[in-house]
């Protein structure tokens, strides 16, 4: 069995904080104003709190598996069986949009879209070194940002016998 974290690096700590301290300091604000004021950040604080419980925090590779888990979300659960290719990718690029989903409040994760990957499903809590899975399934591609890429891509390998 394979395991790597996935931590959120500066870029994505500042982000989160500052979303943070932005609800904090609204609550606070508006705390004197009143209570018909304040049922107003009830809908924020509990689409952060989805967004906190579906953020990814760890890959687990076995022999049946590749697992996304995530803080308070069932796991993403990919059989080994249904995956094409397991590569590496240096960075997203420029053009990568968000079709739905989170940016940058305990990372980056939902439905995106790009040139080179077509719409795909990111799962990322930093920059740079990042692991493209391609299904044989049909469904989207999934990239993920482990905190080891280059052992998830060689776990991936040698757990399902495919080629990179």
């Given at each position: ?104 409040f305990f990372g980056s994760y ?8 077509g719409r795909f499903r990111l ?41 990179t």
């Amino acid at each position: 069995m394979f395991r790597t974290g996935m931590t959120l690096d500066r870029t994505n700590r500042a982000m989160t904080l500052l979303c943070a301290f932005v609800v904090l300091g609204a609550f606070v604000g508006l705390s004197a104003r009143g209570g018909t004021v304040m049922l107003l950040l009830v809908p924020v604080v509990v689409v952060l709190g989805f967004a906190w419980a579906m953020s990814p925090c760890e890959i687990v590779i076995d022999a049946r598996e590749l697992r996304i888990l995530r803080r308070a979300w069932r796991p993403m659960r990919i059989p080994l069986a249904a995956i094409a290719s397991a590569t590496p990718l240096d960075h997203l690029g420029v053009g990568t949009i968000r079709l739905f989903g989170v940016g940058g409040f305990f990372g980056s994760y939902g439905v995106f879209t790009n040139a080179a990957l077509g719409r795909f499903r990111l799962y990322a809590t930093r920059r740079g070194a990042a692991v493209v899975v391609r299904r044989r399934d049909g469904k989207p591609t999934i990239v993920f940002t482990p905190n080891d890429a280059a052992g998830t891509v060689k776990a991936l390998t040698a757990e399902s016998g495919m080629q990179t």
